[in-house]
């Protein structure tokens, strides 16, 4: 039973296009919402992350948007850069409870 | 200073054989995992440890045993190797507690042939 997913698996973007990746969650008690990037050999590692009371949190380039009641959030990469090539993955966890990781994305911006 | 280190970051090996790969943290975190991803990418936890004790044991074949000397390290022992078990492994560790990030090591490609 998967509890969070995300989509699309892949995703090609032109240099300074939009990336737009969409994760949906069925557990209501989730309570934090993070982004990992990993890069090709190399570890997950966090990105950015929001918790449900607020419904946008931008750092930099990277956005995520939260809708508590559709019970989804979105990572949106303005701007985007072949830097930013790599998998994301997004995840949710309830308190101290293990972290639930969606299957991931692989993106590719075009240079 | 690397914060999470694995040993070996490539391991070759044949089936049968019994491999273990090590994991340190020093960034004091109290909690240690072992992580699986697959050619997918796909991550699914193995197992977790807070300050020296398993908390999470995720249906993992008796194949795979972690040990934990220390909240500092946590290892991880794979008996009788099977194809399957081919796999990048991926250390990590945290503060227990809500919106604590997970800090991953860069990962053990294993090769069962």
């Known amino acids: 039973q998967q509890q969070v997913k995300q989509s699309p698996q892949s995703l090609i973007v032109q240099k300074g296009g939009i990336s737009i990746i969409n994760c949906a969650y069925e557990n209501t008690a989730f309570d934090y919402f993070p982004w990992y990037q990993q890069f090709p050999g190399k570890g997950p590692a966090l990105l950015i992350a929001?918790?449900?009371?607020?419904s946008e949190k931008k750092e930099g380039r990277f956005t995520i948007s939260f809708n508590k009641s559709a019970k989804q959030f979105s990572l949106h990469i303005m701007d985007s850069q072949p830097g930013d090539s790599a998998t994301y993955f997004c995840?949710?966890?309830?308190?101290?409870?293990?972290?639930?990781f969606g299957k991931g994305t692989r993106l590719h911006i075009l240079p | 200073d690397t914060a999470v280190s694995q040993t070996p970051k490539y391991l070759v090996t044949q089936m049968g054989n019994d491999k273990s790969i090590k994991c340190e943290q020093n960034?004091?975190?109290?909690?240690m995992y072992w992580y699986k991803q697959d050619s997918k990418k796909f991550l699914k936890i193995m197992f977790s440890y807070n300050n020296k004790e398993l908390i999470i044991n995720e249906t993992v074949p008796n194949r795979f045993s972690p040990k934990s000397p220390d909240k500092a390290h946590l290892n991880l022992h794979i008996n009788s190797l099977e194809l399957g078990d081919s796999a990048v492994y991926f250390c990590?560790?945290?503060?227990?507690?809500?919106?604590?990030?997970?800090?991953f090591g860069n990962g053990t490609r294993l090769t069962v042939t």
């Open positions: 990590a560790s945290q503060w227990t507690g809500k919106s604590s990030p997970l800090h």
């Open positions: 960034l004091g975190h109290d909690t």
């Open positions: 995840a949710a966890s309830r308190g101290d409870d293990k972290i639930i």
């Open positions: 929001i918790r449900p009371d607020v």
